[in-house]
């Protein structure tokens, strides 16, 4: 049994400019000890999709309309606030994007690092100072019973990232939920703090939900790949399937966006168009519109996404009926 | 942070000289003043002012021996009043004031306080605009408005309490204290609201929550102190503001304390009693401000650095 | 490469900062109330000559003093005076001290602010150690003084309050001026080789417009009040004019008997400082480019 079964998710914002579909229709699963990484870009519902599980997706203006989500035999979606707040920060952790901004900067690191210890396992304060200590080790934070008495402002960003990281995992959650954790840092910050995670990982048997834009982060950590687009899902499979066998135009056309060494004198490429609004209702697949290969059938029905070989799925219709299939490995990938 | 507190203080020092020097040489220039020589006086008072100011001294010495005795808490002797020296009048002054204050203050931050988090914690509906509108009317019914309708609903129509007076009828201290005090309730309410909406939006709002926090110890734990920073740094001016509202609300209630007899002064043209009483009041409030400026320090971690 | 052509996707018309904040003002209620409320007191304060049911010195002491009535609609004072009359009469000075001497705090502030910030270095810091000094002096104080030792002359009162106000404007600005330095925009006119003074006319007036407007709207009853708290303790307005301050001192002398002398200015006085106050927050709220429907 998967460790968490999200099952046709669809959480809309009501706004002044109409209604936006941030998460539409989307059902994945994380199983035990795996990574799972969900790769869009802004406007797809990534974040979106890992909010509305934590009950973190403010109530106006956001609600979410259906779906299930099954963790360790609870339905997150519809169990009680009281139940979903036991859950939150104890066996599901998750880890923000700034970790200036979303660290409280009145409290010193020690307090952030220990309430929800406290609140979740009863342990008391003193025990629960020592297990921060051992925390910021774990982490790679020298001189931890010093700096457990600092505010944020007084670490750099790589270090508050860190520190982040250890609140999450203090607890020893089932699954951490990663939102962009790298997006914030520079470039050799990013992977000290992917290898961390990864570290850490499989020496906690956790599983791990790891959501960013940024296609190079992905390959060197998940185990699956979620590919979002306006709210649905595009892509999904094994990491390495769909990168080197994509599915979807979508996927490719990321894949080809992604600016290597071995490129050199070609130019950059884009995807046309760019990303909708979400208020619309479409009527067909939500990429048709920028799409190379879309046809008139893209743009009148809604694609499902099905299963077109082990474990690797897409909700490309053309794709899915054969018509492009060799029109895809051609673009080349990363 | 020791050196934000030396840079205000250092400020503060000049400023109360510039004050002090400042009223010093304007009274001199007042038509009809104690240094007016067309000016015939009484006797006695003659007798004291030139005992007190030197006049035959060149005016810089009289400054300076001024100075010097401001430091012994010697202000002189009362313009009008032959036998009461203006340190007397503001000493028996003083407590009522004070005390009038104090009411005032707790009213302020009890009442608005509370109003403000009401509002913050379900903004755009009702809980929210119901306070927000009461406070709105303590913005727009100054105190020289609210104080005389209070008298006329409480005192004359319906006789509850009384109106004037301080510690001779009982409850004669509730009209003045929410008089003075409700103005600033509405501005410390209309600050906690503001500063409580902008924390509860910021990132660490979220992960507090998404911890698993349960909500009252979000609010209380980690968005107070934040929200309640504007409040702090309210308080500075907000003294000012009180000691300038005690001038009417003792006016309106005839209670005896340090504002009414300023206003008298004012009117009496008792140029000593302006004189000391004003640099009183400018020292109270520059020590508010510079406190004020302490505490807002002090409870932000981030400017303690610089 | 030809860049591709966007095709439009049908996303809402875009929106300039201004017909955005128009637009949002236009849903706030109260504070088009504010604005349609205020608008018509300068109207009635602009046509008061010409409209007031009386002339203003007009005495009946025959009458006295005498509740609202069909002649009188808000009343007389015990000389007979129209009430109705002396409000109108009132606000014309009431409001006229308020916009001008905001005009004066206005011009003071903006211009000390934009020159302190965009110079920076020594200049900025000296002139803004000013403003600190001046700050921490306690201005009511020195008003009264200024008042008792002076005598009430309107012309140094407007001055006194425009002294007063200037300071917090000055800050604002200058805090504005100092953050849009800093923004890439205007390294990237500088960088085109645009003149300073454009820089500053084209760009960072119509930036730090937003809270000049919202300072403005909400100083000007500050000033109202202000003037209305000295001319009640008698250090303001003097008669023959006469202000709401004034007329509401005169109303709680006599507010046990005649109780509508006393209500009546209060009411308008407070009704217009309601406008200007939710105007000003509801100006505050249009103009930031980041609340959302808060």
């Given at each position: 049994m998967a460790l968490l079964e999200v099952k046709n998710l669809k959480t809309n914002f009501y706004t002044r400019y109409g209604v936006s579909r941030a998460v539409d229709d989307v059902s994945f699963a994380v199983e035990k000890g795996e990574t799972v990484g969900i790769v869009g870009e802004s406007g797809s519902g990534k974040s979106v999709s890992c909010y509305s599980l934590m009950g973190l997706v403010p109530s106006p203006p956001g609600k979410i309309e259906s779906g299930s989500a099954l963790f360790n035999g609870i339905d997150l979606l519809s169990c009680s606030k009281k139940e979903l707040r036991k859950i939150r920060g104890n066996t599901i952790s998750m880890v923000f994007q700034d970790p200036m901004s979303s660290l409280n900067p009145y409290l010193t690191i020690g307090v952030q690092l220990t309430e929800h210890l406290v609140l979740h396992k009863g342990i008391s304060k003193e025990e629960a100072r020592k297990k921060a200590i051992s925390a910021l080790l774990e982490v790679g934070i020298q001189d931890p019973e010093i700096r457990i008495n600092y505010h944020p402002h007084q670490l750099s960003g790589g270090m508050r990232q860190r520190v982040m990281i250890a609140m999450a995992l203090i607890t020893e959650p089932l699954l951490l939920i990663a939102d962009e954790p790298t997006t914030a840092l520079d470039v050799t910050i990013q992977a000290q703090i992917i290898d961390l995670i990864n570290d850490l990982k499989k020496r906690k048997e956790m599983s791990v939900i790891f959501i960013t834009h940024d296609l190079g982060v992905v390959a060197g950590i998940a185990d699956h790949v979620l590919v979002m687009y306006s709210g649905r899902i595009m892509e999904s499979g094994k990491t390495r399937d769909v990168y080197y066998d994509p599915l979807h135009p979508y996927t490719r056309a990321l894949l080809k966006s992604t600016p290597s060494v071995e490129m050199k004198d070609k130019e950059l490429y884009v995807i046309p168009g760019h990303p909708p609004e979400n208020y619309e209702e479409v009527k067909g697949c939500v990429f048709a519109s920028r799409c190379e290969f879309a046809s008139d059938k893209c743009?009148?029905?809604?694609?499902e996404l099905q299963e077109l070989s082990d474990g690797h799925y897409s909700s490309c219709l053309r794709v899915q009926d054969g018509s492009i299939a060799e029109k895809l490995s051609e673009g080349g990938s990363v | 942070m020791f050196k934000i507190i030396l840079n205000r203080i250092l400020i503060a020092i000049p400023v109360l000289l510039i004050v002090i020097t400042v009223t010093f040489f304007f009274i001199r220039m007042a038509p009809g003043g104690p240094f007016d020589t067309e000016k015939v006086l009484p006797p006695e008072i003659t007798k004291n002012l030139n005992k007190y100011y030197n006049l035959d001294k060149p005016v810089f010495l009289q400054y300076t021996d001024y100075l010097k005795n401001l430091t012994h808490g010697d202000f002189g002797p009362s313009f009008r009043h032959s036998n009461r020296t203006v340190s007397e009048m503001i000493f028996t002054g003083l407590p009522i004031t004070f005390e009038l204050g104090v009411y005032a203050i707790l009213i302020a931050i009890c009442i608005g306080i509370f109003a403000g988090l009401l509002a913050a914690l379900s903004p755009n509906s009702m809980q929210d605009y119901i306070p927000m509108s009461f406070a709105m009317t303590g913005i727009c019914m100054p105190s020289f408005l609210l104080g005389p309708v209070l008298v006329l609903i409480f005192g004359i129509w319906f006789d509850l309490l009384p109106v004037s007076g301080w510690n001779t009828l009982p409850g004669d201290k509730i009209l003045p204290s929410i008089t003075l005090g409700a103005t600033y309730a509405a501005y410390v309410a209309r600050l906690t609201r503001g500063g409580m909406l902008e924390v509860m939006y910021q990132d660490f709002i979220r992960t507090a929550r998404a911890k698993g926090l349960p909500e009252a110890m979000v609010v209380m734990r980690h968005a107070l102190r934040g929200g309640l920073l504007p409040v702090v740094s309210f308080l500075g001016p907000a003294i000012a503001g009180l000691l300038a509202g005690s001038f009417v609300v003792e006016t309106i209630f005839q209670v005896p304390g340090l504002g009414r007899f300023y206003i008298k002064a004012a009117f009496d043209r008792d140029y000593t009693m302006i004189l000391g009483t004003t640099i009183f009041y400018s020292a109270l409030i520059i020590f508010f401000n510079l406190f004020s400026d302490i505490l807002t320090s002090w409870l932000d971690p981030r400017l303690r650095e610089h | 490469m030809k860049l591709p052509s966007v095709k439009k996707i049908g996303i809402e018309k875009g929106t300039s900062l201004w017909?955005?904040?128009?637009?949002?003002?236009?849903?706030?209620?109260?504070?088009?109330?504010?604005?349609?409320?205020?608008?018509f007191m300068v109207l009635i304060a602009l046509l008061t000559p010409w409209i007031a049911p009386y002339s203003y010195e007009v005495q009946d002491l025959n009458l006295g003093a005498a509740p609202p009535s069909a002649e009188h609609w808000l009343g007389t004072d015990i000389f007979g005076r129209d009430l109705l009359t002396r409000i109108m009469y009132g606000s014309r000075i009431s409001l006229a001290v308020g916009f001008l001497a905001t005009a004066v705090s206005l011009i003071i502030g903006v211009a000390w602010g934009t020159i302190s910030g965009f110079s920076g270095g020594r200049v900025d810091m000296t002139m803004m150690r000013i403003v600190d000094i001046l700050y921490a002096l306690p201005f009511i104080i020195f008003v009264i003084l200024l008042m008792v030792v002076f005598g009430r002359n309107l012309f140094l009162l407007f001055m006194a309050i425009g002294a007063i106000e200037w300071l917090t404007m000055a800050r604002i600005i200058r805090g504005q001026v100092l953050s849009i330095r800093e923004k890439e925009y205007i390294d990237s006119a500088i960088m085109t080789g645009i003149s300073k003074w454009r820089i500053i006319t084209r760009h960072v007036i119509p930036n730090t417009i937003g809270p000049i407007i919202v300072y403005t709207t909400l100083t000007i009853p500050s000033v109202i009040l202000l003037e209305s708290f000295l001319s009640f303790l008698g250090l303001g307005i003097q008669p023959p004019m006469s202000s709401w301050g004034l007329l509401i001192?005169?109303?709680?002398?006599?507010?046990?008997?005649?109780?509508?002398?006393?209500?009546?200015?209060?009411?308008?006085?407070?009704?217009?400082?309601?406008?200007?106050?939710?105007?000003?927050?509801?100006?505050?709220?249009?103009?930031?480019?980041?609340?959302?429907?808060?």
């Open positions: 743009r009148s029905t809604i694609p | - | 017909s955005n904040s128009w637009y949002r003002l236009k849903k706030n209620r109260l504070a088009m109330v504010g604005l349609f409320i205020l608008c001192s005169y109303g709680v002398e006599t507010m046990e008997e005649y109780p509508w002398l006393l209500i009546f200015p209060g009411v308008v006085l407070s009704v217009t400082l309601f406008s200007l106050n939710f105007l000003g927050d509801g100006l505050r709220d249009a103009l930031d480019p980041k609340s959302t429907t808060r």
